[in-house]
């Protein structure tokens, strides 16, 4: 197989996986769902998540929790700048738009689909904060998995958008969480 087959098969792929998916946005209950997901998902769990940090650490080391908020908040800074270079520098049209067939569920919040910030947030926040208070792997894990869903169900992104958002949020994460006793100085 040539390198020209290899990406003509990934393409043919993922648009067979997007059409699979945003079929489910046929029924309004599934895309209610979705839609509810991804609204969650734009921010406002992730700051009230880091708000919280503080609470939900262990209280016999009250500093430990500002440094997990402190974290997730640099973290965040850092994806947010790494999403903007990549969605400018990529300039992927999103499937709804180059894809036959594939229904935009819901209006984007910019213009290019590479790499799903959504998603990227997700695992980067989830990652963070589950390493902080493991507890919060049985709520946050499915939620990361929704969110990521949703991107491609609600037509907004490719499959590889939001594997690549996973990980890079990941990278982020953890490049995050090594240097976060370095940058607090609170290890």
């Known amino acids: 197989m040539t390198i020209e087959q290899f990406f003509n098969w990934a393409d043919e792929a993922e648009y067979k996986a997007c059409r699979l998916a945003n079929a489910f946005c046929r029924r309004?209950?599934?895309?209610?769902?979705?839609r509810g997901i991804s609204r969650l998902s734009d921010g406002v769990v992730w700051?009230?998540?880091?708000l919280a940090m503080p609470v939900l650490i262990d209280v016999s080391h009250p500093l430990l929790g500002v440094q997990a908020a402190l974290t997730m908040l640099v973290g965040g800074a850092i994806g947010l700048s790494?999403?903007?270079?990549?969605?400018?520098k990529m300039v992927r049209e999103r499937p709804f738009i180059g894809l036959i067939g594939i229904e935009c569920a819901m209006p984007p919040l910019d213009e290019y689909s590479f790499p799903s910030?959504?998603?990227?947030h997700a695992v980067l926040f989830s990652t963070?904060?589950?390493?902080?208070?493991?507890?919060?792997?049985?709520?946050?894990?499915p939620f990361t998995c929704l969110i990521a869903a949703s991107r491609v169900v609600l037509g907004l992104h490719y499959p590889s958008d939001v594997l690549v958002g996973a990980l890079l949020g990941w990278m982020i994460a953890r490049l995050s969480l090594l240097l976060s006793p370095v940058l607090f100085m609170m290890g």
Do not use: R
Request: proline share 3%.
């Open 128 to 141: 963070m904060a589950i390493h902080y208070c493991p507890a919060l792997a049985l709520v946050l894990l």
């Open 47 to 50: 700051y009230g998540l880091m």
């Open 28 to 34: 309004h209950m599934i895309k209610s769902f979705f």
């Open 82 to 88: 790494v999403y903007k270079v990549l969605k400018t």
């Open 117 to 120: 910030g959504h998603t990227l």
